[in-house]
């Protein structure tokens, strides 16, 4: 079983940045695609390997999804930030290789909340 822990959330003004992070806990984190999501909609996943990255319309430019296997952590670096970006954060972890597909991922993590004033 994976535990999922997000941090880095916060209030930021508009246009500003924020980097989110997801530290993982349990066996094989390699062997997981992770995602990161507002409630249940995509914003971001990447690949097992972090060799393959898939993002939101609303994200892309803007947003980085990466991963370091070694530390077992996820992260999203949010740049550009806009007031409708505000919402809470989940991490999560799914056994497919990859999968932009919420119903997918098994493991949440409790969110990180996210405000972006205008």
């Known amino acids: 079983q994976v535990q999922l822990v997000e941090s880095g959330g916060g209030l930021v003004q508009a246009g500003g940045s924020l980097r989110l992070s997801c530290a993982a806990s349990?066996?094989?984190?390699?062997?997981?695609?992770m995602g990161w999501f507002q409630e249940r909609e995509l914003v971001a996943t990447i690949s097992r390997s972090g060799?393959?990255?898939s993002y939101a319309d609303s994200a892309k430019g803007r947003f980085t999804i990466s991963r370091d296997n070694a530390k077992n952590m996820v992260y999203l670096q949010m740049n550009s930030l806009k007031p409708e970006d505000t919402a809470v954060y989940y991490c999560?972890?799914?056994?497919?290789?990859?999968?932009?597909?919420?119903?997918?991922?098994?493991?949440w993590g409790q969110g990180t909340q996210v405000t972006v004033s205008s």
């Open positions: 999560a972890a799914t056994g497919r290789a990859f999968s932009n597909d919420a119903s997918t991922y098994r493991y």
């Open positions: 060799g393959s990255t």
């Open positions: 349990g066996p094989a984190f390699s062997a997981y695609a």
